[in-house]
């Protein structure tokens, strides 16, 4: 059976694998040596004070952050869109929370917090290239991460494969700027489509030594895919991950296209340890293949004092 077949299979009986005992009781699990925490888990918090926010991180135990954008080098597209979420979200995006790399730098070091990875978006990519490697050198992360793709440009197979072709000519570009790009996951694409799962088509046309990936635990799940059986598949291109729970097994009513049917399911997101997904066998697996940051994300989460602090606990004592 081949990589493809395997995985378009594996897809299919999630829901059955669930059913069975959590494979990580047979399996040794490596410990987190450094843990991070991806910052749209606590914007508001950000917002309101960016650096008492960094002191609970690091008095949390958290040693990474991976940033979000827009930050003031972005595309205007991407700074319109943030501004009408603005509304809904209940925060003002800014990259940088107001501070410029310097002084965001130093309120890091303060509290033994490095920046690893920043999320960016594709305009930023396609077009500020070397504002996002000038950036890096200031603030010292290695990864320039997607972390999902416009809706209007996956309509078709062939923008899987035609989006896999850019990504690996944007990761070049990233490579000649010191830093390395990545795409992570939502949970669109893993769907059967004309006899074909769009995201492995995308994924087999990446050239692993000019674009990584970081996996989404959650969105996978909610795409009716197994972590574990694309960890497998994919070993030499995952290179980040992002932590969470899952209070009850649940994958997308459709294919997981929309923000609508994202918002649906983030009701069901929780902190690690306190769910369904199986966290100890995931990161098993992610760190035999090579997996090198673990970020803990829960989206805009309630109580982060407490929810990122129970998370952190649990991970820590695998």
């Known amino acids: 059976m081949n990589r493809k077949t395997f995985i378009q299979q594996s897809a299919a009986l999630t829901a059955l694998c669930y059913l069975q005992p959590i494979r990580s009781m047979a399996q040794a699990i490596q410990a987190l040596d450094v843990i991070g925490i991806q910052l749209f888990s606590l914007p508001k918090s950000l917002e309101a004070n960016v650096g008492e926010t960094f002191e609970m991180l690091g008095k949390m135990g958290y040693k990474e952050i991976e940033l979000y954008g827009p930050y003031p080098f972005s595309a205007e597209s991407a700074k319109k869109r943030w501004e009408g979420l603005a509304g809904m979200l209940g925060f003002s995006a800014s990259g940088f929370f107001g501070k410029s790399p310097k002084d965001l730098k130093a309120l890091l070091d303060l509290n033994g917090l490095k920046t690893t990875s920043a999320h960016t978006d594709l305009d930023t990519l396609r077009n500020h290239i070397g504002a996002l490697g ?17 809706e209007e440009e996956r309509q078709s197979l062939d923008d899987f494969k035609r989006l896999a072709e850019e990504f690996n000519k944007i990761g070049a570009a990233a490579k000649k700027v010191g830093v390395t790009f990545a795409y992570h996951n ?17 994924f087999e046309g990446l050239d692993p030594e000019l674009v990584a990936l970081e996996m989404d635990i959650y969105w996978t799940t909610a795409g009716g895919a197994d972590p574990i059986d694309y960890l497998d598949a994919f070993p ?7 932590l969470k729970d899952m209070k009850a097994h649940k994958t997308f009513a459709t294919d997981g296209s929309s923000p609508q049917e994202w918002m649906a399911l983030f009701p069901f997101m929780t902190t690690a340890g306190e769910g369904v997904l199986d966290l100890p066998g ?35 004592a695998l």
């Open 134 to 150: 000038e950036a890096a050198d200031k603030l010292g992360y290695s990864y320039v991460v997607l972390p999902a793709i416009p």
């Open 186 to 202: 939502h949970g669109y694409g893993f769907h059967e489509v004309e006899g074909k799962i769009p995201i492995n088509l995308l």
């Open 236 to 242: 030499k291109h995952y290179k980040l991950m992002h």
């Open 282 to 316: 995931i990161i098993s697996k992610a760190k035999e293949i090579g997996v090198q940051h673990f970020y803990v994300e829960q989206d805009l989460v309630a109580n982060p004092d407490i929810a990122l602090q129970d998370s952190f606990d649990y991970l820590e």
